[in-house]
């Protein structure tokens, strides 16, 4: 009996600090955000630029290579294939960056875990909050291109914040989780590298998982995937027209893996924390 | 009155030994995968007094630099409790204490913010830090450009300079030149005077240790072999480790 309450008071524990390490560290959060950002793009030849120019170069290779090369990429209900593919592109590179750079968070920083006494946790947020700014500029970016090509802003767009913010805990939860497993193996972050790729083909993001409707089990093991359900959340806004609650079945599903995630690196917390500055 | 610092109750310190990475990656997912225990710091006690300044002696692997780690709260003991009363700041194995990719003055910022001072505390110690420094224009360049004996005098101009109650240099001298290493030691010894900041420092050169400090401690296999005044611990390890060259 004892045993399992004390099980649950280490999650609890590792909970407690997490938040309690964000909220002491709020300030020192953003400036090392805002220096992970100056560093990713003030490294680069083409500087600030390279962080709109890279999307956009990103976006027209798919483009092209649907629309001109395989002949598809029809219009999906009234938008062309172009706006439908940035309404769910844009969170995809969001959620690509956390997914690999997530996994490497922590060695990239590692003379914070190994040089001074730095609260672990709020690695991966910095890290993250530095490319959800790039992120919030895209999604801008996209919202002018939408009106320039003749689609005002609808009142769908205003439930945006919701899958943003969905988003940005749910890859938090997984860079905390991946971040302080490939710490203590390089190997980790290879496979997940890997696995990226497959994630990308799988969920949708340049291709239409309407296209699947007919077989109905593929399209709700689809849905099940947590990338599908922001690429598409983004997609109600945009292009979609679809309110957040009229699934809710895919949001339950989504905030399951949002648990499953958190505990998963509570638990890792728990166990790597005290090993991590020995290894890296 | 005694006023302690720093206290060490039986602390343990293994390191997990994997024969790979990979095993080590999975026995974060399953138990049994074999590793091998370092003892690297073998059920020590000891306490440290609010002014002290202590010197730690040892051959390579004796456990020095494992000890100031876990002091400075960035290591764990396996067992034991350890106490640090006061702001810390250290400088363990210079190597990269530093963000590579920026300049010295944002590290310098980067430092101070973690350590806990505020934009407005930083600016008034901005320039003494610098000056300290002697690093000049280069101030503003990033630090991987920076020669090892830079960077050392960097880690130091921001640590003795940042107000510290405990002070912790490992080996971080050995890389600067004489002029700097008398300044450091004119520094050290000014502000464990006026500000009562308790020293542990680690060098080889005994030399060097026997004019910062009064106390030494040696250690060998992860445990304290000697302790007492620092001329005595420097001639107990002198002899018992370095026998003196034959003429
Ligand atoms: N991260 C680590 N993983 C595994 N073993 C380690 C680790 N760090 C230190 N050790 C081992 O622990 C022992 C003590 O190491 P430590 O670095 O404390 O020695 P030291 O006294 O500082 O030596 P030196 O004079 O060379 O700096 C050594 O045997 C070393 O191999
Ligand atoms: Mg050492």
Redesign the pocket.
Known sequence: MSKISEFFKGYADAFTLNIREHKENMTQVLRLSVADLKKTYTGSALGWAWAVIKPVFTIFIYWFAVSIGLRSGNDIGEYPYILWLIAGIVPWFFMTECITGGTVCIRKYSYLVTKMKYPLTTIPTFTNLSSLYVHLVLVVISIIMFWVMGFAPTVYLVQLPIYTILMFLFFNAWSLFAGMVSAISKDFSNLIKSVNIGIFWLSGVIWNIESVADNKLLKVIMMLNPVTFICYGYRNCFVDHKWFFEEPVELGVFIAWYVVLAVMSLWAYKKLRKEI???L | MKDTVIKFDNVT?K???YSSTRKRLLAIFFKGIKYKE?V??DNMNFEIERGESVA?F????????????MITGV?FPTSGDITVKGRVSALL?LKSGFDQEFTGRQNIYLKGHILGLSDSEIKALEETIIEYSELGDYIDQPVRTYSSGMKSRLGFAINVNIKPEILIV??ALSVGDNAFKQKCQKTVNEIIEKDNVTLLF?T?QTAVAEEFCKRGIV?KN?KIVFDGPVKEASQYYKTKYNPPKKK
């Open positions: 500055p020995d290894v | 310190k390191y997990k030994l370092k690297a710091v730690l040892g051959k390579n692997g004796a456990g020095k630099s494992t000890v100031l780690k290591s194995e490992d080996e680690v080889h250690m992860g």
